[in-house]
């Protein structure tokens, strides 16, 4: 299966051995996402495709890095040549913010909850942006809720207004209220991506605690018109117990909206680090199954301008590693 083979069995398997010196610039540190609060991360490239390669735990992978850079990656019978990526902010090219390093919510399977950490002030953020623009493509911003989904709405409406002066893509991630699609719109941001992370309702329920899935639903179909098709995401996780059918008919029922789904494989982590992590074979199936979809409704987020749909270090991102 080559490149979808290694990387399905890379992201299964959680974890690298690393052997050789990390060149410096290599490694991403992390207060969102997988890696939030983790041992940082490195990223291999091969022909403008990536795989964000968590450090510090073990696994079936193996990389051997080289001092100018280049590096070999195998796994699960697989390997290929490539280079370590340097990071901008958190990933490649991209200067991905996290703006508030807590959240009052406490969703089963999220890190950001236990990480405690603070707000940023848009000074900071600004200051963090300057200092990687010459060498990315874009701006990207997440979010815990520091005090309420409207206040964190507000926090970084704020923010997006003063990085607009980089002149560069502006992708946000937040929980939405169903007013932060044309109000992130009016201020001029590029990309959205309001995560539904679950397969069914039921499923959001139970991980979600207080937070309204409908919201997210109703937010992305707003969206599509706005900012248009191929730029609007929404997080799947794959691996909470939903069954392949419910995988698929949320993947389908996002599609028809014109969202691109992103499946991100469950990291076990929080109240779900007792979970295994899909398989890779589930984790193609599923790529696969987006694929067709994406196809049968002519959406292309190959044209993806920020966040994990520009980056897909951490997916099996249908419309790149297939
Ligand atoms: S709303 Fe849920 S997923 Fe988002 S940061 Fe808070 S706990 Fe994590
Ligand atoms: S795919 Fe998304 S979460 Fe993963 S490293 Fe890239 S931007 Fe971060």
């Known amino acids: 299966m080559g490149w979808t083979g290694l990387k399905a069995a890379v ?9 050789g010196e990390l060149p410096p610039g290599a490694v991403a540190r992390s207060t969102a996402g997988p890696g939030a609060g983790g041992d940082g991360a490195v990223f291999f490239s091969r022909g403008g495709r990536r795989i964000r390669i968590p450090l510090g735990s073990g696994g079936p992978a ?10 070999e990656l195998s796994c699960g019978g697989e390997r290929a040549d490539g280079r370590l990526e340097p990071v901008g902010l958190h990933c490649p090219r991209q200067a991905f913010v996290t703006v508030s390093e807590s959240c009052v919510f406490d969703c089963v399977y999220c890190r950001v909850p236990g990480c405690r950490g603070a707000r940023k002030t ?26 309420s989904v409207e206040e964190e709405e507000e926090y970084v409406c704020r923010v997006v207004e003063a990085l607009r002066g980089f002149d560069l893509p502006i992708g946000v991630s937040i929980f939405p209220t169903l007013a932060t699609p044309a109000r992130l719109h009016a201020l001029g941001v590029a990309e959205v991506k309001f995560n539904l992370e679950t397969a069914t309702p039921e499923l959001f329920a139970a991980h979600c605690p207080g937070l309204p899935y409908e919201t997210v639903r ?18 799947v996780l794959v691996g909470l117990g939903e069954t392949d059918g419910e995988l698929d008919r949320c993947v389908d029922g996002l599609v028809a909206l014109g969202v691109v789904p992103v499946l991100r494989p469950l990291t076990p982590a929080a109240g779900c680090r007792n979970l295994p992590r899909p398989t890779p074979e589930r984790l193609v199936r599923a790529a696969r199954h987006l694929s067709r979809a994406l196809d049968r409704a002519g959406l292309d987020p190959s044209g993806a301008l920020s966040m994990c749909g520009a980056c897909t270090g951490c997916d099996l991102a249908a419309w790149r590693d297939l």
Not at 63 to 69: K, T
Not at 220 to 231: I, M, Y
């Open 122 to 147: 848009v000074g900071e953020i600004v200051a963090l942006v300057e200092s990687v623009a010459g060498s990315v493509d874009a701006i990207a911003l997440t979010s815990g809720v520091a005090v």
């Open 11 to 19: 992201l299964a398997g959680g974890g690298c051995r690393i052997e």
């Open 62 to 71: 193996r990389l051997i890095v080289h001092e100018d850079g280049r590096a």
């Open 218 to 235: 109703e937010a992305l179909a707003d969206s599509v018109p706005l900012f248009g098709r191929g730029h609007v995401f929404s997080n």
